[in-house]
Structures are given as C-alpha cells and as structure tokens.
C-alpha cells in the first residue's frame, strides 16, 4: 500500500504527515498533514471571487484568472499546527490529539498579499487584515455558524514572503489544502495560513473572531493580571526521524537523523544526547538551508555496548531560543515544542548496515531534490508600486 496521511478524526479531515515514511526535505503534498476545523466547502472556482474591503479606498472583486495574471513568487515554508504533539501532553489538553505528525514541509507559490493591498489602497488608520475561509460552522461554545476566519498584524501582512498561495509543490492546491487559493504566512503556526480565502478586510481595530480570541490564545500571567497573547510565530523544535519509534540499533556506527525548525528564524545547532540529557554533542546540520525551512541534521553515534539509551536531541535558533527538554504549561494545548526522549535499544546480533540503508536512500532523495530546486525561481524581485496610506 503507498504510503498516506494518518487519520486522526475523519469528518472533518484532521490528518498527520506519516514522519516515519519522509524521504526528503520536501513533504509530497499527498502525504502533507490536513487541519480542518469544519468541512471542507464546495468551490466553483467560476463563481469565486477574492473581495478585498474594509478600511480601504479602493476595494476589489478577483477572480481566478484575475490572481494568476499578478506576479508570482515561490517561497518554501514548513507549516506546524499549534498544537502538534498535543497527545504527548501528561496533562491532557483540549483539542485534536497530534502525535508529532502536524508538521510538513512544501513548496508554496503565489502573488505576494502586499501586491492586492497595494491595489486595494489601505486608508492610513489599518491595523490589521482579516482574512475568512469559505468554510462555516459552529463549536461547542459558539453555536452561532461563523467562518474560519484570522487576521495578521499590517506589517506581517505587507512581507513579500506573505502569499496568496495558489500551488503547493508546484501543483495547483488541492482541495483539502484550500484550493482556490490559502494565505501563506511563512514562519507562522498554519492556523494563520487561512485556506479556501474569499474575504479579506482592513481593520482599525484588534480582531476578536473565535479563533483569534477563544481557540489559539495563550493566557500569560503578567504584574498586572492576565494577558492574551495570539499563538503567532512558530517555537524552536526538533524531530527525530531515525531511529524510528521501537527500532532496535546494532553495535557500531548507527546514524541519528531528523529535522530541527525555528518558524523565520534558521537553526544555528543541534544537539543529541544519548543519556537523556546529562551529556550533550553537536551534530551536524545537512542538506539544503532556507529561511523559513526545516534543516535536516545527522548524528553518526558510536556504540559500544549493548543496552537501552535514551537518546533527547534539542535545537538552538540563530537568535538563542534554546528547544526546552518540557512543556510550558502556560502554554496550554500550543507551543507544544519541548525534546521528547526516545528510548532505543541497541542488540550485539543486529547488523548496523540495515539500518543505514534507508537514510542513504534518504539522503539520495534529498539530494535529488536540492538538485532539481536549483531551477526554481525561489527569490523572484519583484517590483512593488508605492501604494498611498501603507
Ligand atoms: N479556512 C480554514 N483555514 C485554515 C484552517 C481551517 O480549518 N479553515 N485550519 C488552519 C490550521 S489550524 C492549520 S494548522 C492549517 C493547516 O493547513 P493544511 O490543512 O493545508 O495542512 O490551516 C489553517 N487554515
Ligand atoms: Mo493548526
């Protein structure tokens, strides 16, 4: 059977990523995690249209065709729902149990926002632009239908890495991943990346939607009461991909192998250690680098004695954001980014080449990816007119 998502809940689509069957630096969109909070709408993409209004002088009606005549740019992002990893939690939160499987890694390709904001012409008083999905529903404590709907501060709104993306991979979007087009905010948990957009409008005032003000918000205790602070930039994180969950390792030289991630910010280091954390090694950082991207890293681990080890590998962000070996409880049900130890064992009989195999082959993937990306357009210049009122 090829490989697919792993089925978290079914109606709607919440899927992972299968980490254990990644072969390379880019996630195949087929295999890339899905996060719906309703279901998923039914588009014409003939009758579409992307309205841009609010505190704007010159509002806009798109069509398809109408976005894919603007300049493009490519920019690759990793994409982590805010709550990846939440059933590792001891104390059980709210919301859809994750494994470590939301999380993907893709190609995202679009008109940057800043150039229909330009357009549309932002009235001097714009704070902030609010973006709403064709999706509807309701929650348990919002009976009344309301849309998916998210809003950006202006000057995450105006970066040129800020797509309206309308192909991921190189492939129009599917539908599930928000086919016509999806906000793309690189460095940003997905909550942000607001998929089947239809709406977008300026605003004076701080948006409250529901999932801005009740879901994805961390309560921060501060000297002078509670403060609500809106789940944003994505945290220091690492994975380990090799060894897998329960795989057993032979004597000699085994290979470490994983992913690491800082949201904008790149991953300066990456450490493992195999005593669960009393003692710590560099390893090496691999592969293809970009920003917003996750950075392969490797470990080649001499092993001597047969035993269990617990192995604990932990990322540095180029600004010092150290990965933490525990949850933050303040964070609640998000941020869920600490080191999850993983006991492996390690057997005299077994032969340390069966496992280096598959992270040849891994890293042949990856290189043959790297290889065909160097043709991409990834850091199109592109020409932004002097828009009035930004
Ligand atoms: N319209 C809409 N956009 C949405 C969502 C949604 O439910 N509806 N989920 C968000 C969340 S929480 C995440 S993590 C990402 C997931 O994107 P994906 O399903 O393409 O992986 O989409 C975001 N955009
Ligand atoms: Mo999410």
Redesign the pocket.
Known sequence: MPEQRKTVTSL???SETPLDELRGWLTPTRL???????DM?HVSQASWRLQVGGCVKQPLSLTYEDLQALPERSVLAT??????GRSFLKNKAAGVPWGAG?I?HAEWTGAPLRIILEQANLKPETLEIVF????EGSEPDHLDTM????SLPLEKALDPDTLLATR?NGEP??P???FPV??LVPGW?????????HKIDAVSQPFRGY?QSVK?TIQRRTGTGLQTQVVGPMAVKSEILRPREAEVLGLGTNRLFGVAWAGADPVTRVEVSWDGGQTWTGADLIGPQAPYSWTMWEYLWEVANPGEYTLVVRAVSAAGQVQPLGHDAGNGGYLIHHSRPRVTRVERSRRVFDQRASADLLMYDMAAFAEENRRLPLDVELAFSEGEGI
């Open positions: 709607p689509e919440n890339f995690f899905v996060r719906n909070h309703f709408p994409m982590e729902c805010a709550g990846n939301a993907g709403e999905g064709m999706d849309h998916f709907a998210r991921m979007l599917e599930i991943h928000g999806r906000l948990y997905g909550v942000a990346s607001v998929k089947w957009l999932y994805y």
